[in-house]
């Protein structure tokens, strides 16, 4: 079994990650992976917190793992996506990649022996959105009656892992942002099929009874040659303070990091009250180190 896409998990098998994060941050003992495991982390885009994030989990676990810039191994001089998926696995005992193309993880897993997991593609963020998910539950116990709102870009990785993963979990979803930026439709009719989604350029009736109210950046990685162009059209979909009004006084704002500060989110907000961002980052630690353990059990 891989993790390449939230569809890879039905919703039992994102409560039972979720379940045994919870076990995790209480200090229960757990299952652990198998003695002396091996995590290959292939990055071909930066990272600090699913890099740093995933490491620590390993060592948590009584693994290690190794790190692999792209550019430094022989992929950088045309070594095939295939022939490194077949030489890691003969090595490692899990790979988790961060690709520019989605198509690379779906061909490493494909010719990978060991579980693959995507630790970001231009198309999901799947392990963010389970960090998220156990973030969310453990302030608002549980997500089959909660909104969530998804604010700025909604075309992007994380807000289609964010919206499948919780739409599997029965929260309903608001993507909020401008004209010309419509969310993927694969993934809203999927996440569709277990509960309401809506896409709104307005930003009172998509923050209207939000419980979460969740941003990123307006230039995802790879996206840098619009930068300018996506500054001008998403700055009305600023998560600040007037915005943060629309939602339910008890909202949770919840972002993936790196945050641009004065971009798509306000200082006032990140650092305020409702702000559970150190934490949801946090949460990357210890979702992860649940996610290898289920793979291990699962593979
Ligand atoms: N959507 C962002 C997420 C970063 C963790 C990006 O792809 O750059």
Redesign the pocket.
Known sequence: MHLIGTDDLSKDAINRILDIAEDIAAGKSVASVKEHSTLGLLFE?P?T??HVSFDVAMARLGGHSVYLDTNVSQMSRGESIADTARVLSGYCDFIAARVKKHQSVVELAENSRVPVINA?S?LE?PT?ALADAFTIRSHKVNLGNIKIAFMG?VA???ANSIMLTAAKLGADVALIGPKGFYPNSVYVNRAMEYTKVVHTTSLEDGLEDADVVYT??Y?????ESEAEKRRKLFAPYQLNSSALKYANKDAIVMH???AHRGEEITDDVIDGKQSVVWEQSRNKMIVNQAILVYLSQNH
Do not use: A, C, F, I
Request: charged share 25%; hydrophobic share 25%.
């Open positions: 885009l990272s917190r699913t970001l231009d963020h963010q870009d992007q990785n994380t990123d950046t230039v995802s990685m790879g996206k993936p990091l790196p």
